[in-house]
């Protein structure tokens, strides 16, 4: 079975400080990871895919399938940054259906 | 249209009562998933519609919970005999063909009294 793990429901930070959301996963086989975000009152929309290796908004997720890890990090967070973040993952082999982790509550201070 | 719609955003219903979510996808998207959020958790999968066909309902919780897409496009899903524990947010997605970006609708809040 695949299964997302956000260890933190809440992560508190100051403007300009950095930024780390966990995420552990557990799957058999190669995954796909995401993440997703949900900014106040808007839907639920991806931020970044692992395959992709990109930066969005800053920020930036490297998969570490020793650890199964998928972290999301950005150097200096943004009052704008704060929302809902979730971490998931889809299966190989053609099961794309998206398991997600319980999300985590970026607050980023002034 | 332009992106996933989901019709109520709001409903209100009394145990015991029957109650339709209706989904609409983003045109050509042959994907389409329904997902049940309850406060503080993340998106549940309930099932998974592949064109017509439920390809996965291993996440419907139990009979109560039935869903339908029979053009392949808009998709209802379907709650009998409510209880108080079905209050949540349901959440449509839907994704191209062989695409794995999931693209969501805003949701619709039930809730039962």
């Known amino acids: 079975a695949q299964r997302v793990t956000q260890p933190e429901k809440l992560l508190s930070v100051f403007k300009g400080a950095p930024v780390e959301l966990k995420c552990n996963y557990s799957?058999?086989?190669?995954?796909?990871l995401f993440w997703y975000v949900q900014y106040s009152r808007q839907r639920l929309q991806l931020l970044l895919r692992?395959?992709s290796r990109e930066s969005i908004k800053g920020f930036t997720a490297d998969l570490n399938k020793g650890e199964t890890s998928f972290h999301l990090k950005k150097p200096f967070a943004q009052e704008e940054d704060s929302a809902m973040y979730y971490c998931?993952?889809?299966?190989?082999?053609?099961?794309?259906?998206?398991?997600f982790g319980r999300g985590t509550s970026l607050i980023v201070h002034p | 249209g332009a992106g996933v719609s989901q019709t109520p955003s709001n409903k209100v219903t009394e145990k015991g009562k029957y109650v339709e979510l209706r989904c609409d996808p983003i045109?050509?998207?042959?994907?389409l998933y329904w997902y049940r959020q309850s406060l503080g958790q993340g998106p549940e999968f309930l099932i998974y519609?592949?064109?017509?066909?439920?390809?996965?309902d291993s996440g419907l919780p139990n009979d109560r919970f039935f869903a339908v897409r029979p053009e392949g496009s808009v998709s209802t899903l379907k709650i009998q005999r409510t209880e108080r524990g079905d209050s949540a947010v349901y959440l449509c997605?839907?994704?191209?063909?062989?695409?794995?970006?999931?693209?969501f609708g805003q949701g619709t809040r039930l809730t039962v009294v």
């Open positions: 997605a839907s994704s191209s063909t062989g695409g794995t970006e999931a693209f």
């Open positions: 799957y058999s086989g190669s995954p796909e």
């Open positions: 998931a993952l889809t299966g190989s082999g053609g099961s794309y259906i998206p398991t």
């Open positions: 045109s050509g998207h042959t994907a």
């Open positions: 519609f592949q064109g017509t066909g439920a390809a996965d």
């Open positions: 692992h395959i």
